[in-house]
């Protein structure tokens, strides 16, 4: 019997920008399908987690492994942070603001990635990138550029724009919170098919309707460590720690 | 003032001029070339994390950016042969010195437009897996080239006017040979006014131009 190896493995992520402690020691496993959503107060480091799964910030210390094998390490002593580049490309991120490149056409800010750093060649990238915008609806938009699109079908070409490299794990770091509200449901429609296909995930959002729908799994990040990690009916609707209760009261009563 | 203008000089003059306008115009286009491209590389060098890379280059503008352009013209006809052992001819010389002082110029609109380069933009680059490089090349440079453009077009311009000057170290372009045709035939006045024409119009449209990518530039970004 082969044993289920964890996704991700977070042992010990300390992490601060200068003086001030943003993680302080984050232990985390992710399993393989988990859609796992961060909630948790403004500046408790949910967003800094997201980055340090891709690979965009440095750790003070402690270490991650990526599909059983070592990913990122942050050796406190001589303060550097060794990241395996080749396990990155596990990894797809989307960004709270449109990332894409303004000066490419929709099918070339898909292909780019493919072509340049997957070195798929050029027809298959472009076969597979129509087929992904066709997916989404936005195979007429494959020659227009970015600044011709709305917010929700720019994000959802980001998204797309991860998909082209098959990720074994998605971040999602509030992709909505700059759309305009009317948007917001095609990009959560997006996101919860892919939960469908059981594409592992990691999301930070502070829709509390939407997590509920999409996760598997919520974890409360506040003071830098993990205070509640559960199911979504346990953690929102019924946290066994006051501070995740506290939490969950204000943002819904601010809901309703 | 009683003066009779006598422009057909100008018409016999002016094959002499339009071959000193095409050293003009190789001059200008070949050392914007050269400054489009060294000026972004001297930018890099210039954000540098590392010092040591950093501070010559630094200096470098800001030696070019602070003394007459005259001076430095003069300086490479007669200091580099003998410093550094480097015999050009003429025109490749003049190219060199324009070239390298207008990406002193350039290195700095180039600076202030990398700087200007969504964090985000970079970041979503490490997230497709693009090498630092590939970053350089297809994130960071075409964000930089867009947003530097209206003002690389103008220093474009600028040296194309200040090109006259490698008339003073003998070199034919078109203020040099417009020299000569005032002194030859006595008519000064016609000359340089269609010297001063020719110039015109030329940098004119060109302007035109940059204001014109500076307006769409604007309305791309709102």
């Known amino acids: 019997m082969t044993e289920i190896q964890p996704l991700v493995e977070m042992r010990g992520v300390h992490k601060n920008y200068g003086t001030l402690q943003v993680l302080s020691g984050i232990d985390l496993e992710m399993w393989p399908g988990d859609r796992l959503v961060v909630i948790g107060p403004s500046g408790g480091g949910k967003s800094t987690l997201l980055r340090i799964m891709m690979g965009l910030e440095d750790i003070r210390r402690g270490e991650i492994d990526l599909l059983g094998k070592r990913y990122i390490t942050g050796h406190e002593q ?17 960004f709270q603001h449109y990332t ?73 770091d509030e992709v909505t ?34 997590a509920k729908n999409i996760a598997s799994r919520v974890i409360f990040c506040a003071g830098g460590v993990v205070v509640e990690d559960g199911p979504p009916e346990q953690v929102l609707g019924d946290p066994v720690n006051p501070r995740t209760r506290e939490f969950i009261e204000r943002v819904f009563h601010i809901k309703t | 003032m009683e003066y009779e203008f ?3 000089y100008i018409l016999q003059a002016w094959p002499v001029l339009m071959e000193g306008l095409k050293v003009t115009v190789q001059l200008t286009v070949i050392a914007n070339i050269i ?39 003069l300086w490479f006809f007669y200091c580099v042969p003998i410093l550094f052992g480097i015999y050009l001819a003429p025109l490749p010389m003049g190219i ?20 200007a380069v969504p964090r985000e933009q ?9 090498s630092p490089l590939q970053r350089v090349r297809y994130v960071v440079f075409p964000h930089a080239f867009r947003a530097a453009l209206p003002v690389l077009i103008t220093n474009g311009i600028t040296l ?53 990518v500076e307006q769409r530039l604007d309305a791309a970004r709102a």
């Open chain 1, 78 to 94: 001589s303060g550097k942070t060794r990241i395996d580049s080749t396990l990155r490309k596990q990894v797809g991120m989307v």
């Open chain 1, 177 to 210: 919170s700059a759309l305009d509200p009317e948007l917001v449901a095609e990009v959560e429609a997006v996101m919860l098919e892919l939960a469908e296909q059981q594409m592992p995930m990691m999301l930070v959002t502070h829709d509390m309707w939407f």
């Open chain 2, 35 to 73: 400054a489009l491209t060294l000026g972004f590389v001297i930018a890099l060098l210039v954000l540098s994390k590392y010092w040591l890379l950093r501070a010559p280059f630094a200096l470098m503008i800001e030696l070019f950016r602070c003394t007459p352009v005259l001076v430095q013209i």
């Open chain 2, 6 to 8: 006598q422009f057909h």
């Open chain 2, 160 to 212: 194309f006017q200040q090109s006259a000057l490698v008339a003073i170290v003998a070199l034919s372009d078109l203020m040099y040979m417009g020299r000569q045709v005032a002194t030859q035939s006595y008519r000064p006045i016609e000359t340089y006014t269609a010297v001063a024409l020719i110039y015109f119009a030329i940098s004119f449209p060109v302007s035109r131009v940059a204001a014109w």
């Open chain 1, 100 to 172: 894409l490149f303004p000066h490419l056409t929709i099918i070339s800010n898909l292909t780019l990635a493919a072509i340049k750093t997957r070195g798929m060649p050029k027809p298959a990238a472009l076969d597979k990138g129509m087929q992904l915008l066709k997916r989404l609806g936005l195979e007429s938009k494959a020659q227009s550029y970015p600044s011709q699109l709305s917010g929700g079908q720019k994000q959802r070409v980001a998204i797309a724009r991860a998909l082209m490299l098959d990720p074994r794990l998605m971040l999602f």
């Open chain 2, 96 to 115: 060199l010195a324009l070239g390298i002082n207008l990406a002193c110029f350039n290195a700095e609109a180039y600076r202030a437009a990398i700087q």
């Open chain 2, 122 to 130: 970079l970041d979503a680059g490490v997230a497709l897996g693009f």
